[in-house]
């Protein structure tokens, strides 16, 4: 775990434009100090993402929405009132102090308030905001503890403040206020049903056009290096058993019977259980040299939700 001298250690890396690994309760992230565009250019290097992707800033509990939005909405402050600190992304039009290196050149960004003790007393010690996306190499399977980070990146990352395992798992709602109704952009820790208690109304499908800039919404995002093969749940267990007669090696994510020479994850009893282990059993398949990972989606509401997005993204046809 962060002792205080790791956050002071941080803080002082931040403070001279480098990159420092922090946990979140969602997906560990890699930040900059969100006010300095050298800094911020790093971690598109780092990740190897292209620089059009727009990256996230996490703020603290001191800070106003108005800092870093041109126009704060007030959705955005209900939202904010009753979700922060937690799992929610919001999409406002940007301020104009706001580095477009973060915004990815668009004039919105992207906030939100991170519910992990170690990054909010960070936070706290720096001031400002961190632009963080999550500390995987683009278009990998998320890391939600620190040794998933220093696996990934390894040297490239200075620092990797260890908060434990990341609780909730997959990451965060993204919820777009910019435009003339919320639209919701990715689903995650806070329920589109959670939203609409709030908002009054479900948030709409994003228009295509915003599809395109929001990189987590690709196709074939979130993947392991194993295939990723969905099937009815009747129909696991013979799928999984053509696999292995085509000579592949083969997992399936399930309670139920597979066939002899497969491998089983089990599935968490609840949709927080089964978010919680996602990243870490798609990580699980990978180090075993799994050649194909058979599941069923969950189809359950709330977190399920996030879960079955990030499992179709992930067994979408690759590039
Ligand atoms: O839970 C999370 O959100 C984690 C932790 C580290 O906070 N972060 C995360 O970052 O998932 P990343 O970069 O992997 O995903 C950020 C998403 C991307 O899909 C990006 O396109 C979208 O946020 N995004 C950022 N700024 C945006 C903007 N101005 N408009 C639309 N989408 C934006
Ligand atoms: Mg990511």
């Not at 565009?37 to 971690?43: D, G, H, N, W, Y």
């Not at 936070?123 to 399977?141: C, E």
């Not at 290096?225 to 799928?239: G, S």
Request: glycine share 10%; hydrophobic share 40%.
């Amino acid at each position: 775990m962060a002792t205080e001298a790791d956050i002071d250690n941080a803080v002082r890396l931040l403070k001279a434009g480098g990159l420092v690994a922090i946990p979140t309760e969602t997906v560990y992230g890699l930040a900059a100090d969100a006010l300095n565009p050298a800094a911020v250019r790093k971690i598109f290097g780092v990740k190897g993402r292209p620089p059009s992707h727009p990256l996230i800033v996490h703020v603290g509990r001191d800070a106003r929405l108005e800092d870093w939005a041109a126009e704060v909405p007030p959705a955005a402050r209900r939202l904010a009132e009753r979700f922060w600190p937690g799992p929610l992304t919001m999409v406002l039009k940007r301020n104009p102090r706001v580095p477009l290196e973060v915004t990815g050149g668009q004039e919105t960004v992207a906030l939100r308030m991170p519910a992990h003790p170690v990054t909010l007393e960070l936070l706290k010690r720096l001031g400002g905001g961190l632009a963080a996306p999550s500390a995987n190499r683009f278009g990998q399977v998320s890391p939600t503890t620190a040794q998933h980070v220093r696996d990934d990146l390894g040297r490239d990352v200075e620092l990797v403040l260890d908060g434990g395992p990341c609780t909730v798992g997959v990451e965060s709602t993204i919820v777009d206020l910019s435009g003339d109704v919320p639209s919701l952009l990715r689903p995650g820790g806070v329920s589109r049903e959670q939203l609409a208690g709030v908002l009054g109304t479900a948030p709409v499908a994003p228009e295509p056009e915003r599809r395109v800039r929001t990189p987590g919404m690709l196709e074939s995002h979130y993947a392991p290096r194993a295939r990723v093969r969905t099937a009815a749940p009747e129909l696991l267990e013979q799928t999984a058993a053509e696999e292995l007669s085509a000579g592949r090696k083969t997992g399936v994510w399930t309670n139920g019977s597979v066939p002899s020479g497969a491998v089983r994850f089990p599935v968490g009893a609840t949709a927080s259980e089964r978010a919680a282990s996602l990243y870490a059993m798609l990580r699980e398949a990978d180090a075993l040299g799994l050649d194909v990972l058979v599941l069923s989606l969950p189809d359950g509401g709330g977190l399920d939700a996030a879960v079955a997005d990030r499992l179709s993204k992930a067994a979408a046809p690759r590039p």
